[in-house]
């Protein structure tokens, strides 16, 4: 827990997500998006390189809405490279199953496992990993099925926040981040220095 009382962790996160939603719908049209996907683009192939991914191999991704940093740029340059992508699919219960994007048919909850590299979605970061989603959980869930995968982050430039953000037992850290303005950024974990 980062500087917030168990009992509280769930009500501030609760507030915070609906103030970095209002930012987003107000900051996010201003961006010009191509420019931003091209650069998230760049971005995850040097973390794809960086790993080694082959093609034929899987990477996981989101299938961005208009608010969200864009990602479509990203899974038309991993196809082209003969990489398989996977994305998504919100279940009721709000877990995850998979399936191969631009397709239909799932490939169940733990396919994610297969996949190299993983980029999350995101609200907002901290600088020492912490990340607030959208609280259904869904990544809460996914994470741990993919426990050697690389985890990236994807967010705007300004949801990488200096302060703490509120942490559960069930959040895990997020390594690293890329944002439309920069290369990708390591974030320290508890104890390291910035």
Do not use: N
């Not at 340059?77 to 992508?85: E, K, S």
């Not at 607030?132 to 869930?141: A, I, T």
């Amino acid at each position: 827990m980062t500087g917030y009382a168990a009992g509280s962790a769930r009500e501030v996160k609760r507030a915070l997500r609906a103030q970095f939603r209002a930012e987003r719908r107000e900051r996010a049209p201003l961006r010009d998006r191509a420019a931003d996907a091209a650069a998230i683009a760049r971005a995850g192939l040097a973390v794809v390189d960086e790993v080694g991914v082959r093609p034929g191999e899987w990477v996981s991704t989101y299938e961005s809405i208009p608010v969200e940093p864009p990602t479509h740029a990203l899974v038309e340059a991993l196809r082209a490279r003969g990489i398989r992508v996977m994305v998504p699919i919100t279940l009721p219960d709000l877990d995850l199953d998979w399936a191969e994007a631009d397709t239909d048919e799932p490939l169940g909850k733990d396919a994610v496992g297969w996949c190299r590299v993983v980029f999350v979605p995101a609200l907002s970061l901290d600088h020492a990993g912490t990340r607030m989603g959208q609280g259904g959980g869904c990544y809460d869930r996914v994470l741990p099925r993919s426990p050697r995968a690389r985890m990236v982050a994807l967010v705007h430039p300004w949801e990488v926040r200096d302060g703490d953000l509120p942490a559960e037992p069930h959040d895990l850290p997020i390594p690293e981040v890329i944002t439309a303005d920069g290369p990708v950024r390591s974030l320290r974990r508890a104890g390291d220095q910035l």
